[in-house]
């Protein structure tokens, strides 16, 4: 099956052009963005091999219509999607710190619970927490932005503010607009039989100075999702959650041994495999949209992607 790996793209008006880990951002003429969704899967912040056939056109749909779902809380830079796999928007300015938001104690936060810590970018966590336990309540882990191939770091909010990463009043809007988002994105989930673990929100400023959320909201890339019914039982019985996200490919990298260490060996991605990733991207879409997901064709995925942009653009 084809996938979207790359993009080389000169569309009218293009001024410059940027490749993200998953996607392709292309400025344009008159303050506007055009982001292109590949079907590049990364985890410990590498690039895996093999591309996961329809997951640029998840990501891109949910990111759309989780936007449009938010809009009246937090304004955001999304003004069309001309194509499954495209969203052009306002130029931005990005702000230099990721969002983190957790509700629970999962992922990143249970690695570091479990060697002993008991604090997290300035937050005080409880004694006597097991992995996926709800938290007593939401708190925001940032983390500063990687350059590309180097790992997100965790970062305090008083770090933040005494090295002037982002100014005291704007880091207060963020902090407010970060937990609207995850109280309304907790919401969404819990009306589709879903639990919102944590997720992650990036923002920017737009030429004249508004505060604005940029880039993906509530995809399997940037949050994690577990099923809510048995969700007590399991945490009883110490089984695993049942859970929608990425979180299941890093698993497996880690049990064939991999870690985004130098000097180690990305593990084969069997055909199988590919696909099993693929049918978890389309189940997440279709559980957390109630809609069902329409493949579009990927027959010629950059012929078709162009042929939208410039009839949008034309």
């Given at each position: 099956?084809q ?7 000169q569309?009218?008006g ?6 993200g880990k ?6 344009l003429e ?19 091999p ?41 130029s ?11 509700g629970?104690?999962?992922?990143h936060?249970?690695?570091e619970?479990k ?13 006597g927490?097991k ?6 309540q939401?708190?925001?882990?940032p983390?500063?932005?990687a ?13 933040i503010?005494?090295r002037?990463i ?8 963020l ?5 609207k ?7 969404i ?5 879903l ?7 990036e ?14 909201i509530?995809?399997?890339d ?8 048995g969700?007590?039982?399991r945490?009883?019985t110490g089984?695993?959650?049942k859970?929608?996200s ?7 990298l880690?049990e ?7 000097r180690q060996?990305?593990?084969?991605m ?11 991207y389309?189940e997440?879409y279709?559980?957390?949209?109630g ?5 579009a064709?990927i027959?010629?995925i ?10 949008f653009l034309?």
């Amino acid at each position: 099956m084809q996938t979207l790996l790359a993009t080389n793209y000169q569309f009218p008006g293009q001024k410059n052009y940027y490749k993200g880990k998953v996607r392709e951002v292309y400025t344009l003429e008159n303050e506007r963005l055009l982001m292109v969704a590949t079907d590049r899967l990364s985890a410990f912040d590498v690039i895996l091999p093999k591309g996961i056939p329809y997951k640029g056109q998840i990501l891109n749909q949910i990111a759309t219509k989780m936007m449009r779902d938010t809009q009246d809380l937090v304004p955001n830079w999304l003004e069309a999607t001309p194509d499954p796999n495209v969203a052009v928007g306002k130029s931005c300015e990005p702000f230099k710190v990721e969002m983190v938001i957790r509700g629970y104690l999962a992922g990143h936060a249970a690695r570091e619970y479990k060697a002993g810590k008991r604090e997290l970018c300035g937050v005080k966590l409880p004694e006597g927490l097991k992995e996926n336990d709800q938290l007593p309540q939401p708190i925001i882990t940032p983390a500063t932005k990687a350059e590309q191939g180097d790992h997100d770091e965790d970062i305090s909010r008083g770090d933040i503010i005494k090295r002037q990463i982002v100014p005291e009043e704007e880091y207060k809007v963020l902090e407010d607009y970060t937990q609207k988002l995850f109280a309304r994105g907790t919401e969404i989930a819990a009306s589709r039989g879903l639990i919102l673990v944590d997720t992650k929100y990036e923002f920017g400023k737009t030429q004249d100075g508004e505060i604005v959320l940029i880039d993906e909201i509530h995809t399997p890339d940037s949050s994690r999702y577990f099923y809510a019914d048995g969700y007590e039982e399991r945490q009883k019985t110490g089984e695993k959650q049942k859970q929608l996200s990425k979180e299941f490919v890093r698993e497996w990298l880690l049990e064939n041994g991999f870690q985004g260490k130098e000097r180690q060996q990305i593990p084969e991605m069997s055909a199988a495999f590919v696909s099993s990733v693929s049918k978890r991207y389309i189940e997440l879409y279709e559980k957390i949209t109630g809609e069902e997901f329409k493949k579009a064709p990927i027959e010629n995925i950059e012929k078709r992607i162009e042929e939208n942009v410039l009839e949008f653009l034309g």
